[in-house]
């Protein structure tokens, strides 16, 4: 333990930093683990990443938080709303239904966000009527953080196998940078107003193979009101069943552009959504990479049986992780 307290400084490189110190970019904890690879040093035991484990939140309709009202009072746990998603939701008298969010979580000091509109809507569609659409969907769900002071709302990637394997196939980076276009025609409406509003527009993981590439997308808006999500079921999913990276490379990989994370289980051979520790997710090491981010990102247990909240959050705890 007192070679923990005290390591001897490797050579070229800071206390607190795997790369060389005039980069002055470090990630907490790096300097360990290259004691480890290239030193033989013993690596930390877990739990020693972070200070304080992380507070989780939860994803959920309103109706599961009227049924389980325990959920909002053990903890000022952040919330992710999933009641405003659907066309026919945007489109029809939503405020009922936001008022009852207003009304049940009034008092409630967690963070609020939303998932946003994804069913049916490719937001790197080519055909500028989709893309309307998907505008206009963008911004009625901006409506809804509006009214409910939400302060994320989370879209999908536009992103396939099919894009990770066929992209290259064409000259000098165009049909990357097509993509990208279109997603700011669908999409740059909603950035200006996010940024107005306060909103933090989050783009997860689905089908994407690459860690890297969302990122790239992200970069090009140069809007604080742009980042990235990471969903660790999808991640383990593309990993079980197309050889991505495992789903800590994906936290790592997203630097300090990582503002939220979705927290659920799976068998890596389908999109499971079970409870933690129901699959074969390698948590402590998910923690370990999420203990080296330059800012801990909002955490969300999105599982399909809202009744695994408890056992997840507990086993969570069990392993030292998140509380």
């Excluded at 079921?233 to 789903?247: L, Q, T, W």
């Amino acid at each position: 333990m007192d070679r923990l307290l005290a390591p001897v400084p490797l050579p070229g490189i800071s206390r607190h930093c795997s790369r060389p110190v005039r980069s002055g970019a470090c990630q907490p904890g790096d300097w360990w683990r290259v004691a480890v690879l290239r030193y033989g040093a013993s690596e930390p035991d877990d739990g020693m990443w972070m200070s304080e484990l992380p507070l989780v939140g939860l994803a959920a309709q309103i109706s599961d938080l009227h049924a389980n009202p325990a959920l909002l009072r053990d903890e000022p746990r952040d919330i992710e709303l999933h009641d405003f998603f659907m066309a026919d939701v945007l489109a029809g008298d939503w405020r009922p239904l936001a008022e009852q969010a207003r009304n049940l979580l009034r008092g409630h000091a967690g963070r609020l966000g939303i998932h946003g509109p994804f069913w049916g809507l490719d937001i790197s569609s080519p055909d500028p009527e989709v893309q309307a659409i998907v505008a206009r969907r963008m911004d009625q769900a901006l409506d809804v953080c509006a009214c409910l002071e939400a302060s994320q709302m989370v879209i999908h990637s536009p992103y396939t196998l099919w894009d990770h394997h066929t992209l290259d196939h064409f000259a000098w980076r165009s049909a990357y940078d097509w993509i990208i276009a279109n997603c700011h025609a669908c999409l740059r409406p909603a950035v200006e107003r996010a940024e107005a509003l306060g909103v933090t527009l989050v783009i997860e993981n689905v089908q994407d193979k690459d860690p890297d590439i969302r990122a790239d997308l992200v970069r090009s808006f140069g809007s604080h009101a742009v980042a990235l999500s990471v969903d660790t079921g999808h991640a383990h999913f593309m990993n079980g069943i197309a050889h991505a990276p495992p789903v800590d490379f994906f936290i790592r990989r997203a630097g300090d552009l990582l503002q939220h994370v979705h927290l659920h289980d799976g068998d890596g051979c389908a999109d499971r959504h079970w409870p933690i520790g129901d699959g074969s997710i390698p948590w402590k090491a998910v923690f370990r990479a999420l203990g080296e981010a330059p800012k801990m990102p909002r955490l969300i247990l999105e599982l399909s049986d809202k009744a695994g909240i408890p056992a997840s959050i507990a086993r969570l705890q069990e392993l030292g992780l998140a509380r």
